[in-house]
RNA sequence: CGAGUGAAACAUACGGCGGCGGGGCGGCUUGUCCGCUCUGAGGAAAGUCCGGGCUUUUCAGAAGCAUGGUAACUGCUAACGGCAGCCGGGGGUGACCCCAGGGAUAGUGCAACAGAAAGAAACCGCCGCAUUUUUGCGGUAAGGAUGGAAAGGCGAGGUAAGAGCUCACCAGCGUUGUGGUGACACAGCGGCUAUGUAAACCCUACCUGAAGCAACCUCCGUAUGGGGCAUGGGGCCUUUGGUCCCGGCGGAGCUUCGCGCGCCCCGGAGAGGGCUUGAGCUUGCUGGCAACAGCAAGUCGAGAUAGAUCGUCGUUUAAUACAGAACCCGGCUUACGGUUCAGUCGUUUU
RNA sequence: UGGGGAUUUGUGUAAGGGUAGCACACCAGACUCUGACUCUGUUUGUGAGGGUUCGAAUCCUUCAUCCCCAA
């Protein structure tokens, strides 16, 4: 079992679009609901992030960060996430506990002891 | 010990747990599935500065012109602006390193300011003659001043004063001889020599069609998409024709039913190929100063498509720099970590 | 990923290899009781390194930054 993946620029964009944004200086989370029945997940690190080593990392940390925190299907929603400048420079762990705090804001998540 | 030079190999180790891309095998609940197993980024993958393969194109393959590029010589290479050796020049005490290094008597241009003068020169000065005694004519590149550069350098002879005018040595040019495949070096002789710039135009020799995998090829044919052509049916009239209407084809003329859409162009949601066995890599031998070439044996080492190598714990003195394949090779350039080896210089000790 | 272009003062833009200009802005002064307008003056620059040249914004080269084009 994995995550389902957006992989459409027009899906991305209605995403940015219509959706509701979480911002954190770490990363910003964009949330909206789908038709689909099954969630579906997004990375995205743009050139301002850095070059094609930080855009990689920035990547596997948030999604490493992600497998921790959200389980594979949480229902009909669309989900990206947006690395900022800090997001390669930290470890999985860090992220774990700001997207949790994104997340449960954003209603994905049930508040947890 | 300190400073510096050249070369080589490696570049996030090892183990546990969890996770990711690709191939193969197996399972059944046939799919966005599960299990096992193999494999999974670089020395620069980067910059895109050159050269090739490959593909398309209006065949450019032979010759010429234009444009752009290269530039000592000999070799290596598929080719190159690359590499090796060698020549010349330059830098460093040295190990060693650097050089777009053809042609300025083929021609044109430029050399600001300063300076008399920037090309075949007379401002001052020096010398001779004349003279109204402070000017005119002539000779002269030794000296002055300017400049990045001042008409081969320096010494002696010579002279009215001077001058390659003459001579020795040195530099440059031409020519002859010797050595070398050659660039060139050495020696002799000759006349006595017109600055720099070609990364200014240019000349000479050689190379060069253009674009790039988002190239290109194939499938599918969606909103019964848009346009054109062909053809058919019906009505009317001035009937070998004109005009109007209808339209995928067929049953049978509308409705309706069945089949599944005449040809060409545009539009393009999406899928696949191109895609990795190649001037390949490793080891040994032979030839060569070397770059490199040849032979033999062994070997297969990514192929993604929102784009795969990570998270965490432990061990060791410590796990770290620059940095992530995207069609593929050969170079160059730039960024960067510690390690090892071999030379050099300085200081100290023996 | 591939291809192309640009970089001159705070901003916009000129400049045949020979002192880097122009306009606006900023600052100072004058005019005014004060401010604005106007006038006068000053300051502020060739993206970085290396090379060719007597001398580079300009010529060559290696980098850096920014922009544009191609699903």
């Known amino acids: 079992m994995r995550y389902r993946v957006i992989n459409k620029n027009k899906e991305f964009l209605r995403v940015y679009g219509k959706g509701k944004a979480q911002v ?28 094609a080593v930080k855009r990689n990392r920035a990547r596997r940390v948030m999604r490493a960060a992600l497998c921790q925190v959200m389980p594979y299907d949480v229902g009909s929603w669309d ?19 700001t997207l949790r705090k994104l997340l449960t804001r954003a209603g994905l998540l049930e508040k947890e002891s």
């Open 24 to 51: 954190h200086p770490q990363v910003v989370v964009y949330v909206l609901k789908n038709r689909l029945g099954y969630t579906r997940v997004g990375f995205t690190a743009t050139k301002k992030v850095g070059k």
């Open 79 to 97: 989900v990206i996430l947006v690395a900022r400048a800090q997001t390669p420079g930290l470890k999985s762990t860090q992220l774990e506990k």
